[in-house]
Structures are given as C-alpha cells and as structure tokens.
C-alpha cells in the first residue's frame, strides 16, 4: 500500500514542479489570479477533510476495540464530510464557469498567458485531487458495507487501515494544494 | 504496515490532533491575509509541512510503525524537493 501511496505523491510532486515554474515565470498573473479564489471556501473544505480524516483514523480505533456501530457512525461520518467537500467544489467551480474562467474559455486567454497557466493547473490539480476523493469515497462506502456484513472484524482489518491511509494520502495532497492556491497571493 | 497489529492508538490521540490541524489551518489563513511579502510564501509552506507531518505520523500511524516506512516518506519527499529546487535552479540561471 505503501509503495502506492509513494507512486500517487510523485505523481501530485510532478504538477507542483509545474506549478512552481510557472509561477517563477508569471509571479504578477500568478499572484492577482489566487486572488479570485475563496479563501473562505478553501477554508472550509480544509477543516471538512482534516475532520474527516481523522474520523476515520478513530473507526480503526474503535474497530480494534471491537466497537462496531461506532466503527460504522465513523464511517458513515467520513463519508458525508467527503460529499460536503465535492459539493462545495462543485459551486466554486461552477461560480468560476460562470464568470467564463475554464480551460479553452476565449475570455480568460484574453487576459494572458498568466492567468490561462493558473487556472489552468487550478481546474487539473483540484480536478485530479476531486476524482481522488470520488474514488476514496467509493472505497470506504465498499470497506462499511463490509464491516455491516461483518465480511471485517477487529482481527481482520487491514483493507479498512489501507483505504484509511488512501483517505489520508488525499487530505495529505489537500493541505500542499490549499495554501499554493487559496493562501499565496 | 500490519506490523504491529495490536497498537490501539486512544480517539482522544486523534482529537487532540485535529484541534491542532484545524488551529494551524486557521493560522495559516490568518497570516497569509497579512502581507509579508516572501515571508508568506515561506510560512504557508512551513505550516503545510507542520501539518502533514502531524497527519503522516499519527494518522497514518508512522510514528508506530518500523522507521523504513517513515525514511521512504522522507526519501520521496526530498526527491521531489530536489527536483524543485534543481528545476528552478535551470530557471534562474538561464
């Protein structure tokens, strides 16, 4: 699991190199297109993935103690708190499709080369991060119904601990991708 | 990572640790809204660092685990910080 995991942090490692090159390239488009973003939102949807993640740090806990309907609240918690996350996405992307800020839009090439870079990597590093936690929510919703069935127990326990570190892979990727987009203008 | 399989770490561990996750966000957020011009690149980056230290260690139970893990963590980490500073390295003195 854990060679996975390095796989997935070389791949986001290889769009911060991106990153950082382009913003050493256009530090002014760089620095008043961060300023668009809602620190509010980014906010927001740090504190959702920290709590969620550790949620379902505590389900392993409670498993271990044999814990169940603890176990599945946790879960169930974790997984809310992941859609909390994806709707708030979703407005903050649909806010920026509406003011015609997306890939290939002919209004923001209009504004150069800058701005097309920032949001460019802005729409693919929060998108790829997006389809990550789709797909960690898909995992745990699979891992809960497991526990539900008792296909899980407290001596058995591993695929819960392995789609636990995934979930925590993705805050992890999160808590570099919120300040270089939100924080640094 | 089924080493140990019997450490049970307490919720209130996790807790604890979220509190201080939530705190340094809210921190990070704060001060970056001041302006201090390069320093606020370097403090969102070092309270990043703080923060997914804090998660690998006791989220991901490094801190609990055989030391292999945690030095392939850092391994990969400061091969992508290598390649970062390398590239823009070629950038500044082109």
């Known amino acids: 699991m854990w060679l996975f995991l390095f796989t997935e942090m070389l791949l986001f490692g290889g769009l911060f190199v991106v990153y950082s090159v382009y913003r ?26 920290l709590t969620s993640s550790a949620m379902i740090a505590m389900s392993i806990t409670a498993l271990q103690t044999k814990n169940k309907k603890l176990t599945l609240f ?16 979703y407005f903050e992307w649909g806010g920026h499709i509406k003011e015609h800020i997306y890939p290939g839009s002919s209004i923001l090439a209009l504004r150069g080369q800058g701005d097309v870079l920032f949001f460019g990597l802005y729409f693919f590093m929060t998108g790829l991060h997006a389809l990550h936690i789709i797909i960690g929510l898909i995992f745990i919703a699979i891992i809960t119904a497991k526990i539900f069935r008792n296909k899980i127990t407290f001596n058995n326990y591993v695929l819960l601990e392995n789609s636990g570190l995934y979930w925590h892979l993705v805050d992890l990727i999160w808590i570099f991708l919120y300040p270089l987009f939100y924080l640094i203008t | 990572m089924e080493n140990e399989k019997n450490h049970i770490i307490p ?28 320093f606020t690149v370097a403090i969102a980056l070092i309270i990043a660092t703080i923060k997914s230290s ?41």
């Open chain 1, 74 to 89: 946790l879960l169930g918690i974790t997984i809310l708190l992941g859609l909390a996350f994806l709707v708030n996405k």
């Open chain 1, 24 to 49: 050493f390239r256009n530090p002014v488009a760089f620095h008043l297109a961060a300023q668009e973003l809602s620190v509010t939102i980014g906010t927001i949807n740090t504190i959702i993935l």
């Open chain 2, 54 to 94: 804090l998660v690998l260690r006791v989220f991901m139970h490094l801190k609990f685990e055989s030391r292999m893990f945690s030095l392939a963590v850092i391994a990969v980490v400061l091969l992508i910080a290598t390649v970062i500073i390398i590239t823009l390295l070629d950038y500044l003195y082109r």
């Open chain 2, 11 to 38: 919720y209130r561990t996790f807790l604890f640790v979220l509190a201080g996750l939530i705190t340094l966000t809210l921190t990070s957020a704060v001060v970056t809204q001041i302006s201090l011009g390069t």
